[in-house]
């Protein structure tokens, strides 16, 4: 077999291939004796029908499927001895196998980048710092009575942080003064919790004041992004009727509280604890995330890398249908009307694969395997939050390719880790509130 090799623009490579006649002849004369033995052909008992017969009825065919499986497999036999590591499937051209005749072709298609030193130049990693301070434990305490608290009615006119239950008629004025109705202008017992900002701007800071029963007339304006463009930007008056004035009852904090969230002993002083316990595997959480962003960001910068397109569209192909599944598991079947384009996930499919490639290197480089322990930690993390979570375990152990994804996510955190040990990184003292708003954002 004759193999010659051509660099094109980019990654792409052209590889000629010559088969022998021989190799071409031997395998359609096997198939076709073999095909003879078990041919039914009408006027011949089984396995008497003459070669010839068998070579005129089948050869044609025969010398097809040979000659497909030929490129098949001499295609690999030419990329392992010209070293080279296909990115996706080749594109055959100029295939051609004559009776008597060698098989000649050429295969177009794009080779993997080489990465064989990753550069961890000028990366340097800022890692946010944070201590649970009594007052993050009490605010977080108070956002759970607020979750749970009761409403009664108000004494004195409404005020920021309570309801009112309205009935409202929506009208749109034009430049003209003239006024017209749209669509959903009314609403009848709407709650509407003051300073939520539930509604436009200047809805709810003009119904402060009001008691029950009371009628108010509203002037707002809807924001020049609204939704609904037929809207947008246009002047609008509410008239208001106020069924309703309540203010907020927080609960007390209490055992009867505390035991609201599981906790049966220690009160409110072992829910505290709780809290904080939660609040700090939180910040963990968040600090890994802020500095693997970091990681892979630097990386990126640092090596970057020319993509074969080939595994930049698999990605994009990826990405969409994980979009229409999402989108599938939230709405039903609604995602069929929405218009994905490719465009849309170039970004962060070329993200994706670039990082693949080194950290795949860094891996390989330093023979990194994934930590039974912790694949076993990721697994049961993921299954704590379902009703059964030994159900789960074992559904991610009963197939190898579940828990090879589980495994790829481990091997990728070792690789970030290694790195984070080999560059420079700068402590950052951060609040809990603003660590847990830069990874939310």
């Known amino acids: 077999m004759?193999?010659?090799?051509?660099?094109?623009?980019g990654l792409e490579r052209r590889l000629t291939v010559k088969v022998p006649a021989e190799r071409i002849e031997k395998e359609v004369q096997d198939r076709l004796k073999s095909l003879a033995r078990r041919a039914k052909i009408d006027g011949f008992r089984p396995g008497k029908v003459p070669f010839t017969v068998v070579q005129r009825k089948y050869g044609q065919q025969v010398r097809f499927e040979v000659q497909d499986e030929v490129v098949r497999s001499s295609f690999q036999e030419a990329v392992v001895q010209q070293q080279l590591r296909p990115a996706g499937n080749p594109r055959i051209e100029e295939s051609s196998a004559e009776?008597?005749?060698?098989?000649?072709?050429?295969?177009v298609f794009e080779i993997y980048p080489e990465v064989t030193q990753v550069s961890l130049d000028n990366i340097t990693l800022a890692k946010p710092t944070t201590e649970i301070a009594d007052a993050d434990v009490s605010a977080v305490i108070e956002r759970l009575r607020k979750q749970r608290n009761e409403?009664?009615?108000?004494?004195?006119?409404a005020q920021d942080g309570g309801r009112v239950v309205i009935d409202f008629v929506g009208t749109l004025i034009d430049d003209n003064g003239d006024r017209q109705p749209f669509v959903g202008n009314e609403g009848n017992q709407v709650p509407v919790?003051?300073?939520?900002?539930?509604?436009?701007d200047g809805f709810?800071?003009?119904?402060?004041?009001v008691k029950a029963g009371e009628e108010r007339v509203l002037n707002v304006r809807f924001p020049e992004q609204y939704h609904a463009k037929e809207l947008a930007g246009k002047a609008v008056q509410f008239a208001v009727k106020v069924a309703a004035v309540s203010v907020p009852k927080l609960p007390e904090l209490n055992d009867e509280f505390a035991l609201g969230f599981g906790i049966s002993e220690g009160g409110i002083e072992a829910l505290r604890s709780e809290v904080r316990n939660n609040m700090q595997r939180e910040a963990e959480q968040a600090i890994k995330r802020k500095v693997k962003q970091?990681?892979?960001?630097?990386l990126l910068k640092a090596n970057p890398l020319t993509l074969p397109r080939a595994l930049v569209d698999s990605e994009i192909g990826q990405?969409?249908?994980q979009a229409k599944?999402?989108?599938e598991a939230r709405g039903g079947g609604g995602s069929a009307s929405i218009n994905l384009q490719p465009v849309m996930f170039e970004e962060h499919a070329r993200r994706r694969v670039a990082l693949g490639l080194i950290l795949a290197e860094i891996i390989r480089q330093n023979g990194f395997k994934a930590q039974p322990e912790r694949v076993r930690a990721m697994v049961e993390a993921a299954a704590a939050s379902y009703e059964d979570p030994t159900e789960v375990l074992r559904w991610y152990y009963a197939k190898r390719e579940r828990m090879a994804g589980v495994e790829a996510v481990v091997l990728e955190d070792q690789a970030v880790e290694w790195i984070a040990e080999k560059v420079q990184v700068n402590e950052v003292p951060t609040s809990f509130d603003e660590l847990i708003k830069s990874v939310q954002g």
């Open 2 to 9: 004759q193999v010659s090799i051509q660099s094109s623009e």
């Open 99 to 107: 009776p008597g005749q060698g098989l000649e072709y050429t295969a």
């Open 151 to 157: 409403w009664e009615d108000a004494t004195n006119g």
């Open 193 to 200: 919790v003051l300073g939520s900002k539930s509604f436009i």
């Open 204 to 209: 709810e800071s003009q119904l402060i004041g």
């Open 294 to 298: 970091q990681v892979l960001d630097g």
């Open 319 to 321: 990405l969409m249908q």
């Open 325 to 327: 599944d999402d989108m």
